[in-house]
């Protein structure tokens, strides 16, 4: 018997292997474009402002406190760099949104095995455009309350000792949430459904969740690893029976 905590990256490790597939590719290709030269513009930006970000969030110190600034630069270095990934992350996402609910939706039409898309209209995809940027929206609501807490936490000294592991337990967890919404969403699946679901898998949601995770914290990977990680959520709520679920919601 699979290891569930196991199963999610092996989900996503073919959610990768089927984003090569020719009659995959255009939906691969045009939200990776996009979100390439997000990428490209934001570390222009960076390089250019940088410094200034991290000196205006940096406190200021009286003269005879100033030493404690060798210390508490790395600290807001790493903060500047947080809000930098999940700034690129948010953007990155509601760009691609209706591309990757597209995607979503010709990866399970393969993973099931009737591989009859239709050939690609940009109408079809437009017409995806307001859900899907509301959904991403309510994952932006869902995000932002507990990401300020784990926030207010870090800052607390002593409990601060608690804030990593739960920060990379959040952000797995977020990971799950994000992309096996796509073929939830498609598959008109309620939010607090698709959450009720994710948690009967707890383990293989923090699997996916957590290998998706460490592999979007590598610059430049993050870019090209989000098709990987629509295609292998997909596999995830084929291969886990999310439309069984699903039937259960809807009695």
């Keep these: 018997m699979p290891i569930p905590l196991l199963s999610g990256p092996g989900h996503l490790g073919e959610g990768l292997r089927l984003i090569l597939r020719p009659g995959l590719r255009l939906f691969v290709l045009l939200p990776l474009l996009i979100n390439l030269l997000l990428f490209v513009a934001l570390i222009a930006l960076a390089t250019r402002q940088f410094g200034g970000w991290v000196e205006s969030l940096m406190p ?49 039409s393969v993973v099931r095995g009737h591989d009859s898309a239709p050939p690609f209209h940009w109408s079809e995809l437009l017409a995806m455009i307001p859900r899907t940027l509301g959904r991403e929206l309510r994952k932006l609501a869902y995000f932002l309350p507990r990401a300020l807490g784990l926030l207010a936490l870090s800052l607390i000294p002593g409990l601060n000792l608690l804030a990593a592991p739960l920060w990379l337990l959040f952000g797995a967890w977020m990971m799950a949430v994000q992309y096996i919404d796509y073929p939830a969403d498609n598959h008109k699946m309620s939010w607090d459904g698709m959450l009720a679901w ?33 295609a292998g959520a997909t596999v995830f709520w084929v291969r886990e029976e999310g439309q069984a679920r699903l039937a259960q919601e809807r009695r």
């Design 60 to 108: 200021s110190l009286p003269a005879w406190l100033s030493f404690l600034e060798y210390l508490l630069w790395p600290l807001f270095v790493a903060l500047v760099l947080l809000i930098m990934f999940f700034s690129f992350t948010l953007l990155a996402n509601l760009i691609a949104a209706p591309f990757n609910g597209f995607l979503a939706e010709k990866v399970e």
């Design 198 to 230: 994710l948690r009967e898998k707890r383990w293989q949601s923090l699997g996916f969740g957590g290998a998706t995770y460490a592999a979007l914290l590598v610059p430049g990977l993050n870019v090209l690893l989000m098709p990987a990680a629509v």
